[in-house]
């Protein structure tokens, strides 16, 4: 039995206007305290998919995690700051058991591999999460518009509709670590491919393509309409670049980075990508710019000469065009190609000699 008359007096304010919502949250087995704690934050209606997203109760300050790891809170703090987190200060609990838990994670790998390439890790770690989570909110808020308090107006409907949605996350949590694993398989095997013994230098292709006059287009489409251009230019990227054998790196607002071993994986891609039906569907135009070569691989992205050059030749090439380097066009043997033509490139000191590969692989 709820007993409306303590909780007021403890600080829940208009608690018989709310009893559905303190009733839905006492059926959950919410206590008393933990819904005080709630409403001081201003998140009572919040507090049943809170828990569930938490990753457990906030215990911990980083003071105490850097107690608990034996580390100098500083060490700590940067390795939170690694992940894109912060807090309000190091003496406030914030962190859960689960959380320094992941931090004694990153401490030992420190130990074995260094503290710059485990903070690294980090960062990569939390950049992709944050990716990950703006993708679930903007998609959940889209799709089920009840979990936002100011959509409803209404705190029973909200905590209701969060709950429903929050329970999920763990869900998703599994599904990424199974995913993950797949992936490392599929990243061992890449790189057995490409990787130079005891080096970070790989050698491989690397290729941009980009929608052309995407400016344009966000002046003429709604953002409904824009939105659905880009989740169809990544959806069919990706499955382009993967079905061609190759690896995406990174979407770049309309444009995706890819690598692939060997230069006709690479050019088979950029190909396809140029000609996808979905494209001329949806009447907009693909140009891609390509390069193989050797370059640096770190923290999940790609550096070098061949990235510039890649780079710089999709800003080049015309809509409908695949612009390769000499190099690659050589590796690419009886490929047919127009060109050479000379470019002047941004961070290019001399004109580049550029092919234009013809839609269809010769053969």
């Not at 029973?156 to 993950?180: F, N």
């Not at 490392?184 to 013994?197: K, P």
Request: glycine share 8%; with cysteine; proline share 4%.
């Amino acid at each position: 039995m709820v007993d409306f008359d303590a909780l007021e007096a403890a600080g829940i304010v208009d608690v018989r206007r709310r009893a559905g919502l303190i009733s839905y949250l006492d059926r959950l087995g919410f206590t008393a305290e933990e819904m005080v704690d709630a409403e001081r934050r201003g998140r009572l209606f919040g507090l049943a998919g809170d828990r569930l997203q938490a990753s457990g109760p906030a215990i911990h300050s980083l003071a105490s995690a850097a107690d608990e790891l034996g580390l100098p809170v500083a060490e700590v703090e940067r390795a939170w700051a690694a992940l894109g987190l912060t807090v309000a200060g190091v003496d406030v609990p914030a962190l859960s058991a689960a959380d320094v838990e992941g931090l004694q994670t990153w401490s030992e790998m420190r130990a074995v591999l260094g503290d710059e390439a485990a903070t690294g890790l980090l960062r990569v770690i939390g950049s992709a999460l944050a990716r990950i989570s703006e993708a679930e909110s903007s998609m959940l808020r889209a799709s089920s518009p009840d979990i936002m308090i100011d959509e409803t107006h209404d705190e029973l409907a909200t905590a209701q509709a969060y709950r429903t949605a929050a329970a999920y996350i763990p869900r998703i949590g599994a599904l990424m670590d199974a995913a993950h694993r797949h992936h490392l398989m599929s990243t061992r095997t890449y790189f057995e491919h490409v990787i130079r013994a005891g080096s970070a230098t790989v050698e491989c292709g690397v290729g941009f393509a980009d929608l052309s006059d995407f400016t344009a287009l966000t002046q003429m489409l709604t953002t409904v309409e824009l939105t659905d251009l880009l989740n169809e230019f990544s959806s069919a990227a990706s499955d382009v670049v993967h079905a061609a054998g190759g690896r995406v790196v990174k979407f770049i607002g309309d444009a995706v980075m890819w690598v692939a071993t060997t230069p006709h994986l690479l050019a088979r891609a950029a190909v396809d990508l140029v000609e996808h039906p979905k494209a001329r569907q949806a009447h907009v135009r693909v140009r891609a710019g390509l390069d193989f070569g050797a370059v640096l691989a770190i923290n999940g992205d790609y550096f070098g000469n061949s990235v510039n050059l890649a780079a710089r030749l999709v800003q080049a090439a015309e809509p409908g065009q695949v612009l390769v380097s000499a190099a690659l066009r050589e590796a690419l043997g009886d490929w047919p190609a127009i060109g050479p033509r000379e470019l002047k490139l941004k961070g290019f000191d001399q004109p580049v000699p550029a092919f234009a590969l013809t839609p269809r692989e010769s053969g």
